[in-house]
């Protein structure tokens, strides 16, 4: 251990000594920059590969990119005034609103001066000897800092699926993660492989477009319409004068959507009511309203999730024309995956361009230069392929970093069995480092859960630098604990039973375990006060803060 930091004291000489770094410029790493240095007064700088502000949002510019969340619970909550000057004009955000909030708020709160863009993180090393971490960028500048915040995103590393031929293919290939700034699709042959959220989004999009789409399915999908449209201004200005019950109703609730969660039973309605209420959901839109606004138990009772399922089942069978093509499209699993919902998905198969091709019956065997071969033999040919095969979510970004805690351990080997953490938040093993939505966060509407995440690190940082210590982090026992919480909470959910990237299934080789706490908003802010509340209950502090402080 001692080569080993001496190594790194050796490498940091000379570097820019900094009180915090951060790492990503989405809706984490903006919001706690502006906490550090802002209301703070930290030396702050922060760090992004995309050319400006926007993390997710920067590089997933596919069609018909939407956030499943509503307009008035999708931003920050923390600026009042920003709250009340920022419109939004429709009831779901597209990929393009997102993004352009996000540089308004980069503009209003002047965040860009601290953010190097165009530049990776490569590696972070936790030096011993001076408790300071040590990060090199891919541009070769070295740094130092006290502490460290990953703000690295939850859906962020590509997943292309290992494919024999694909290097073959002659024409276009994308994936929807890195998504360019334009693309024509006119007159063109076009596969999209996948079809999840992101799939279904850009299937929907595209069919009018092309010449030809043929999609490619693993698995048929849950899907209920957005009800995306147009807002009255007499609606914005009524969410606007109602944030604060707004707000302090997203904070007690289970998926911090917005909207009343339903306290019934499924069965304790007769069937005749039930199906009025799924109708009325699925006429008003919303994946998420359908899944926990309708009854409170659809993800925990077998009959109230075969419920909701059968109804989406009937919607398929109505809907498409061609019943071989009905019959592919319609799942039989549990409905127990992320609530999708969609602007005209299935009808999107009864346009005459459209052909589905189930690749459980009839798998890909091969890319070829002309286009993609199913086990059949049939060779579909077309000029682009899509990949809507989504992402190595939640910890797929730490493995693209080389980073290094205590005796220079990496976080790969930390966690050889399984992505854990403490409440999210920190890793035993890795000082005066904090992540935003790391594994086991709450499975929620993102920026109410990250804003309690990042005023919860500020808050740390804070304790820790007014009372003189060195380190914080979390004892091992504590993160273990808190995996077993977050394992305990889903098993009693129908969830695991489903075969979803929320316990990292689509990741071949990937250890299939809990991601997230699936507790709801309400129940895991309450459990990082009681950690607060409790002197930092889990977490341990060492040391005294070094006499020269970073300058």
């Known amino acids: ?64 990119a939407l956030s499943d969340s509503e307009s008035f619970v999708y931003c920050y909550s923390f600026n009042k005034d920003l709250l009340q000057d920022w419109n939004f004009t429709t009831r779901y955000l597209t990929q393009p609103q997102i993004l352009a909030y996000l540089e308004h708020v980069a503009d209003r709160l002047d965040l860009r001066r601290d953010i190097t863009f165009n530049t990776g993180v490569v590696s972070a090393h936790f030096d011993e000897t001076r408790n300071l971490w040590i990060v090199r960028t891919d541009k070769g500048e070295q740094l130092t800092a006290r502490f460290l915040v990953t703000a690295l995103g939850l859906l962020s590393v590509t997943n292309i699926p290992e494919i024999k031929g694909r290097e073959t293919f002659k024409g276009e290939q994308y994936h929807s993660g890195n998504w360019p700034k334009s693309i024509s699709y006119d007159g063109k042959r076009v596969a999209v492989i996948g079809t999840g959220s992101t799939g279904t989004q850009i299937i929907t999009a595209i069919a009018p477009l092309v010449k030809h789409l043929t999609v490619f399915q693993r698995s048929p999908q849950y899907t209920v319409p957005v009800g995306n449209g147009p807002v009255t201004p007499e609606y914005v200005a009524e969410k606007k004068r109602n944030y604060d019950a707004i707000w302090k109703h997203v904070r007690r609730s289970m998926v911090a959507m917005g909207f009343e969660e339903s306290t019934v039973p499924t069965m304790s309605v007769s ?149 854990s953490s403490h409440v999210a938040i920190g890793v035993a093993g890795f000082p005066n480092m904090f992540m935003i939505m790391g594994p086991n966060g709450p499975f929620a509407n993102l920026p109410p859960a990250i804003e309690a995440q990042v005023e919860f690190v500020a808050d740390t940082i804070a304790h820790v630098e007014a009372n003189g210590l060195a380190t914080i982090e979390p004892t091992q026992q504590a993160e273990d604990a808190w995996t077993e919480v977050c394992r305990d909470v889903a098993d009693k959910t129908l969830l695991p039973r489903a075969e979803s990237w929320i316990f990292g299934a689509n990741i071949p080789g990937k250890v299939h375990r809990v991601l997230f706490y699936l507790g709801g908003l309400g129940a895991y802010l309450q459990e990082l006060e009681a950690v607060k509340a409790a002197g930092y209950r889990g977490f341990v502090f060492r040391g005294e803060k070094p006499a020269v402080a970073a300058e």
Not at 320 to 335: I, S
Not at 387 to 405: E, H, L, P, Q, S
Request: hydrophobic share 40%; net charge negative.
């Open 1 to 64: 251990m001692g080569a080993v930091n001496n190594e790194l004291h050796e490498a940091a000489a000379g570097g820019t000594e900094l009180d915090a770094i951060v790492i990503g410029a989405g809706f984490g790493g903006l919001y706690m920059l502006h906490k550090l240095r802002d209301e703070q007064g930290l030396k702050v700088r922060g760090f992004d590969k995309a050319s400006d502000v926007g993390g997710t949002w920067y590089w997933n510019r596919y069609p018909g």
């Open 271 to 419: 069937e005749e009511e039930r199906q009025a209420i799924f109708q009325k959901a699925w006429d008003f839109g919303g994946g998420f309203r359908y899944a926990f606004e309708t009854f409170n138990d659809i993800i925990t009772d077998e009959a109230a999730n075969h419920a909701a399922a059968e109804f989406i089942r009937g919607k398929i069978a109505e809907i498409v024309k061609d019943p071989e093509t009905a019959r592919k499209l319609t799942p039989h699993d549990y409905y127990a995956k992320r609530p999708l919902c969609d602007s005209g998905y299935y009808a999107t198969f009864n346009r005459d361009n459209v052909t589905l091709v189930d690749v459980k019956a009839t798998p890909i065997a091969e890319i070829t230069p002309k286009g993609i071969r199913t086990a059949d033999g049939v060779e579909h040919e077309v000029d682009m392929i899509i990949f809507a095969t989504g992402f190595d979510a939640v910890d797929g970004n730490y493995k693209k970093i080389d980073i290094r805690g205590r005796g220079g351990r990496s976080i790969a080997e930390h966690w050889r069995d399984g992505a």
